[in-house]
């Protein structure tokens, strides 16, 4: 069965440093997806990308946030210049349209 | 704006028993859909059941079913014959079926199976 992959798993930087979350959706899917969970709260939306751009972001979604799917498969999250607040669980998603979304497993970013 | 709640931070049931988890939400659209997420330990998101606000009938997946109200936007789970494996965070989310379809999830309710 296919399924969205994500990595790298955990990732630990330095605050300042830029991170780039990569995920592989599914491959026809065409709605992809980032969300966020701080540990302990509840799984937050950040950007959808469709059609090769970005379709919606959130307050959260700020100018240190970037998105780019540069080769049809990879589907990536950068972080330009990580803060403290940055440390979360990011979820990478995709569909193929409203009925439901496949989750990765997660990358566990860890900002010191 | 849509808004999903739920009000039980936290449950346990004892294995074998059945348990229903509560969500509610709001919002002003006819069409949309609604999610069960389980999220155990290792938060993995897994789909646990889906319902289609445009069916009438409560969607079931073997041991999990839901009771969907749509007048009372109430959106609760059932789960039967609980599991150890069943021990995880439940979140309970809302699409719409126009613009974007991003999920918007509720604080989520930590299931404990008791055995």
């Known amino acids: 069965e296919p399924e969205v992959t994500q990595t790298p798993s955990h990732q630990v930087t330095q605050m300042g440093q830029e991170v780039i979350l990569r995920c592989v959706p599914i491959s026809n899917h065409l709605y992809f997806y980032w969300y966020r969970q701080i540990l302990g709260q509840k799984v937050e939306f950040l950007v959808s990308f469709y059609n090769n751009e970005i379709s919606e972001k959130s307050e959260i979604f700020d100018d240190q946030f970037s998105v780019e799917r540069p080769d049809g498969s990879n589907f990536t999250l950068k972080i330009r210049s990580t803060k403290l607040e940055d440390s979360a669980m990011y979820f990478c998603a995709s569909s193929w349209g409203a009925e439901t979304q496949y989750f990765g497993p997660g990358t566990r970013l860890l900002v010191l | 704006a849509q808004t999903v709640t739920q009000s039980q931070p936290e449950m346990s049931v004892q294995e074998a028993e059945t348990v229903t988890l509560s969500c509610t939400y709001d919002?002003?659209?006819?069409?949309?859909?609604l999610f069960w997420y389980k999220q155990p330990p290792s938060r993995q998101m897994i789909l646990v059941i889906r319902q289609e606000a445009y069916k009438q009938q409560n969607a079931t997946e073997n041991r999990f079913s839901v009771n969907f109200q749509k007048a009372a936007k109430s959106f609760s789970l059932k789960i039967s014959d609980s599991q150890l494996g069943d021990t995880a965070m439940y979140f309970c989310?809302?699409?719409?079926?126009?613009?974007?379809?991003?999920?918007?999830f509720g604080t989520g309710t930590r299931l404990k199976v008791l055995a």
């Open positions: 919002t002003s659209e006819n069409n949309y859909y």
């Open positions: 989310a809302f699409a719409s079926t126009s613009g974007t379809y991003k999920y918007i």
